[in-house]
């Protein structure tokens, strides 16, 4: 027979995404109890760096150099950007908040001088980042103060080829050099994937004869560039480790599909919300979500044979856009999935999106989404807010484009920072619930 | 530059005109604007006509179709596949239409079987249940991008030339003769003049605007039809609508996939033939009275190509005659310049052979044509085309011994070698468009999202690609998938929109 339990919480964060994850940690720190669902995340292929703001493809601007100046810029052409309903210092508190959440899970970033980043991608170009974590920082330093740099790739790994990034790296007057090596225990395998690679490492034994081989080939150079393949549970351990061996400084550079640098967030985020208190029910969704008569939320969870059914008072809904399935498609309308909000909408299918798919303009679909006001708290279609305890953050909002303007977790984080605000000054909020049907939670203060 | 035969456009007419010449020792060049089956060739359903299609309107045209079907089963083999077709009517279709269907194959003497819809529901699972009547015909599918590139390999080994991204700009004439051709190479810019006692216009929809260099004129209807390709093989025989021809009436499998089309929208001009997310929709809706499951099944490509239809008065679009047109032009002053347009793919070696026999005849050559009875020699450079190849080959050998560049479609690193060995061995340089015309790469679930750039950075470690010119390429290839995807992205397919922006935009920034 199946149980049936039921769960009372402050909030409930619908989506284990970026802007989940962000709203999550802001929320359990702020001692609101909070249960998190979620299906698939867009976060197994994250590249590990916080983006804030790197080009406005709306404007002329394809790279800002100051993040801080971009946000004006693109809010004078676009002022209906998410940006433009969260003052720089709160965007600026989200970011530093998170990145002291990043340093809890052994996984920390860093900032210089406030400005933009460049980090090399297995393409050889540089993406714009804010925020780089340590296991790239040589990386983006020696970008920076143009180092001797040597790259190494591994027989085997396909998406991943050294000579491609050195000669696309001239173009920005960086130059390198590349190398190839086996990958210990595989040396005659021809499909080689950067999660099991990492697996090995962290796990097996052929770490030692790795940094021999990579010793070998590293000559005349100040530092190393590495596929991301250096541990998923203790990347930092695994990396200085490595420095050590080689005696030359060692990066790691954001592969795809999934990424290594993704599941480390993905898995340490994860567990560190459990070990706060989240009450966490991840691979799973909600098909349905209701009012009841005390103006709870109110949804069931499926959890193998339980079903759980949580009352809550206050919903973030950050449950990304089509890859998320936050966002759908039928009849060439675009919907919102789980409560039917009004979602802005292109003309028509044809003009979803644009004949040359790098246009520099973008997609005039990736600018539909959530309308909300200035608290995150979504629109009806009267262009009221549609529930006083219902909010929407991260890529489902409507007026960006995150993939052209690299400004993805900036956008998840400041948003969930702004609405975990606001629902953090509810009045009820802050001290323990007593109506938690006898859960606890525990406040990471 | 000099030869007896210039013939002018790379599809299945020009390739199959430049074997026959040289199966009959006649000397030939073929120049080719854009790449081999740039034009309608390679837009099409890729379908062998059993002739049933036409038996109402042209029971001459039927009988062709069947005549030259059993000719390429038996000489082309590898080209083909002897699926075997069903004709089905749904309820609500012309009821007259079905009851004379079996006379009018017998007046065209095409080979048809009615069988009961129980048997036609038993050999195709997918057919909806509304059907009131069904026929079995000889209907089989041909790989039309093997065809050409054997076509032309098997002329080339006998003497043939073949120009790519060479375009006839104008005529030089002398006295009502042509004396050469103006070429110019697209991508060298080079400009050459080719000398010939013949030249044969097999420009498909482009033929009124060749002939008008000459001083000819040809009065033509560009009829674009658009098709869709489903992401797995719905069906093992060819499906058609037993009614008179309309929107997406015709399922064809190929392969790992199937092909529902086509529409027939009129257009002015050839410059950007691309599908419409409103044919799109008209093609589902239509295909779905057939397969239900076309409403919900997962496309990866929508594609359009130009009919070349030769126009009389007071007929348009699908009335005119899908029938060939051969023009010897004498009646406008010109001794040396054949056009030969329209027609079907099925007829494409017959046209070929009543091309061939005109310029045989100005030549005064007696050699009859062979094509009819000599094997099409299978080329090494055609074999990749086939859909499911690789996979098959990958599996079949004793675990991975090389790397899989393309996942979706199972294209290996030696393939790929082995591919940029032919292009370069043609002297051609190997693009990652080029690679895709000659292999699956790019056309699965992917769309070219991660295999373009697997193949790109396996390129770069070959030394085949250079300096920064990988990003173009990349560039390059996805847009021409964009081409095909675009119209075609509905609802599900955002998702793999989503993720693909995210790794070519997000990640790497290649927008810049």
Redo the contacts between chains.
């Keep these: 027979m199946e149980k049936k339990n039921s769960i009372h919480c402050q909030l409930a964060v619908i989506g284990t995404g970026m802007a989940g994850i962000a709203a999550s940690s802001f929320a359990v720190h702020r001692g609101i109890d909070v249960v998190q669902v979620g299906d698939t995340s867009?976060i197994s292929?994250a590249?590990g760096c916080l983006d804030l703001l790197?080009?406005n493809p709306q404007g002329s601007r394809?790279?800002f150099d100051n993040p801080w100046e971009g946000i004006d810029s693109l809010l004078n052409i676009n002022p209906a950007h998410p940006y433009g309903s969260v003052s720089k210092d709160s965007i600026r508190a989200g970011m530093n908040e998170f990145m002291g959440f990043l340093s809890s899970v052994n996984l920390p970033c860093s900032n210089i001088h406030d400005k933009n980043q460049r980090v090399i991608?297995?393409?050889?170009?540089?993406?714009?980042t804010y925020c780089v974590p340590r296991s790239m920082e040589a990386g983006a330093d020696a970008v920076r103060n143009k180092k001797r740099i040597l790259l190494v790739d591994i027989k085997?790994l396909?998406?991943?080829?050294s000579?491609?990034m050195i000669?696309?790296l001239?173009?920005h007057d960086i130059k390198a050099e590349g190398a190839t090596i086996e990958f210990p225990g595989k040396e005659n395998f021809?499909?080689l994937n950067c999660e099991r690679m990492a697996w090995d490492l962290e796990m097996g034994g052929g770490f030692d004869l790795f940094a021999s081989r990579i010793k070998e080939v590293a000559k005349d150079i100040d530092v190393i560039g590495l596929p991301a393949i250096l541990g998923i549970y203790d990347s930092e351990g695994l990396r200085t480790r490595l420095e050590k061996e080689i005696g030359i400084p060692v990066f790691e550079i954001?592969t795809?599909?999934p990424s290594v640098t993704g599941l480390r967030m993905k898995e340490k985020f994860l567990e560190r919300l459990k070990e706060t208190g989240v009450k966490l029910y991840s691979s799973t969704k909600i098909k349905n979500i209701e009012k009841d008569k005390d103006s709870n939320f109110v949804f069931i969870i499926e959890t193998g044979l339980q079903k759980i059914q949580v009352k809550a008072e206050n919903v973030i809904l950050a449950s990304g856009?089509?890859?998320g399935?936050g966002?759908?498609?039928?009849n060439?309308e675009i919907y919102e999935s789980l409560f039917q909000l009004p979602v802005t909408q292109p003309e028509?299918?044809?003009s979803?999106?644009e004949?040359?798919?790098?246009?520099?303009k973008g997609?005039e679909?990736?600018r539909c989404g959530i309308k909300t006001d200035s608290f995150f708290r979504p629109l009806n279609k009267d262009g009221e807010v549609f529930d006083e305890n219902l909010y929407a953050v991260g890529s489902i909002l409507a007026n960006q484009d995150?993939?052209?303007e690299?400004s993805?977790s900036g956008i998840a984080i400041a948003s969930s920072y702004s609405a975990v605000s606001a629902v953090s000054r509810k009045g009820s909020i802050g001290k323990k619930s007593s109506k938690s049907d006898g859960t606890t939670s525990k406040s990471a203060a | 530059m000099e030869t007896d035969v210039l013939i002018i456009g790379g599809g299945a007419t020009g390739t199959g005109i430049a074997r026959d010449l040289s199966l009959r020792g006649i000397d030939c060049i073929l120049v080719e604007q854009n790449d081999i089956n740039a034009g309608a060739t390679g837009a099409n359903h890729g379908l062998l006509h059993s002739g049933a299609r036409y038996v109402a309107k042209d029971p001459e045209a039927a009988r062709e179709c069947h005549e030259e079907g059993e000719i390429l089963k038996k000489y082309a083999p590898q080209c083909v596949e002897d699926t075997g077709g069903i004709f089905i009517a749904v309820k609500g279709d012309d009821e007259k239409y079905i009851a004379d269907f079996p006379s009018m194959c017998e007046r065209a003497r095409v080979p048809f079987r009615e069988i009961s819809v129980d048997e036609a529901i038993e050999k195709e699972s997918m057919l909806s249940k509304n059907i009131i009547a069904a026929f079995e015909v000889q209907d089989a599918t041909i790989d039309p991008f093997r065809l050409s590139i054997d076509n032309i390999s098997d002329a080339r080994s006998r003497g043939a030339k073949l120009l790519r991204f060479s375009k006839v700009t104008e005529f030089i004439k002398d006295n009502g003769k042509i004396k050469a051709a103006r070429v110019v190479n697209s991508k060298t810019g080079e400009v050459l003049d080719i000398e010939a006692s013949q030249f044969v216009n097999a420009s498909g929809a482009w033929a009124d605007i060749v002939a008008q260099m000459a001083g000819a004129k040809i009065s033509m209807l560009y009829s674009k039809g658009s098709l869709l390709v489903t992401s797995s093989r719905m069906n093992q025989r060819v499906i058609n609508r037993l009614r008179q021809a309309g929107d997406a009436d015709i399922l064809v499998p190929g392969g790992t996939v199937s092909i529902i089309g086509t529409t027939s929208v009129e257009i002015d001009n050839l410059d950007d033939i691309?599908p419409?997310?409103?044919e799109v929709d008209q093609i589902i809706k239509e295909g779905a009275f057939m397969v239900p499951e076309l409403e919900t099944t997962r496309y990866i490509r929508a594609y359009a190509g130009v009919r070349p239809l030769v126009w009389a008065k007071g007929q348009g679009g699908r009335s005119i005659s899908r029938n060939y047109t051969l023009l010897g032009h004498e009646d406008e002053g010109l001794e040396n310049f054949i056009t030969i347009t329209g027609g079907k793919l099925t007829t494409y070696r017959l046209m070929a052979e009543k091309t061939c026999d005109l310029i045989a005849q100005r030549l005064k050559n007696n050699t009859p044509c062979k094509t009819h009875e000599t094997i099409l020699n299978p080329s090494h450079e055609g074999e990749w085309t086939e859909p499911g190849r690789s996979s098959r080959d990958w599996l079949k050998s004793e675990g991975?011994?090389?790397?899989?560049?393309c996942e979706c479609e199972m294209v290996t690193t030696s393939m790929v070698d082995n591919i940029v060995s032919d292009i370069k061995a043609e002297g051609k340089i190997p693009t990652l468009k080029e690679i895709g015309l000659r292999s699956r790469v790019g056309k699965g679930p992917c769309q070219g999202a991660?295999c373009s750039?697997?193949v790109?950075?396996?390129l770069?470690?070959q030394?085949v690609?250079?300096?920064?010119n990988?990003?173009p390429e990349i560039?390059d290839f996805?847009?021409e998938r964009?081409?095909g995807f675009?119209p075609l992205?509905?609802?599900k397919e955002?998702?793999q929109?989503?993720?693909q922006?995210?790794?070519?935009?997000?990640?790497?920034?290649?927008?810049?």
Aim: glycine share 10%; charged share 30%; aromatic share 18%.
């Design positions: 867009e292929f590249s790197g080009a394809n790279f991608t297995p393409a050889g170009t540089l993406k714009t085997g396909k998406g991943f080829s000579t491609q000669e696309n001239k173009k021809y499909e954001p795809f599909s856009r089509f890859f399935r966002l759908g498609a039928k060439g028509s299918r044809n979803w999106y004949d040359d798919f790098f246009s520099k997609h679909i990736n995150w993939k052209r690299k993805g | 691309r419409t997310a409103e991975p011994k090389e790397t899989l560049l991660f750039f697997r790109t950075s396996h770069y470690n030394g690609f250079t300096g920064d990988g990003m560039r996805i847009n964009w081409k675009r992205i509905r609802d955002l998702v929109t989503d993720l922006e995210a790794f070519l935009c997000g990640l790497f920034g290649i927008e810049n």
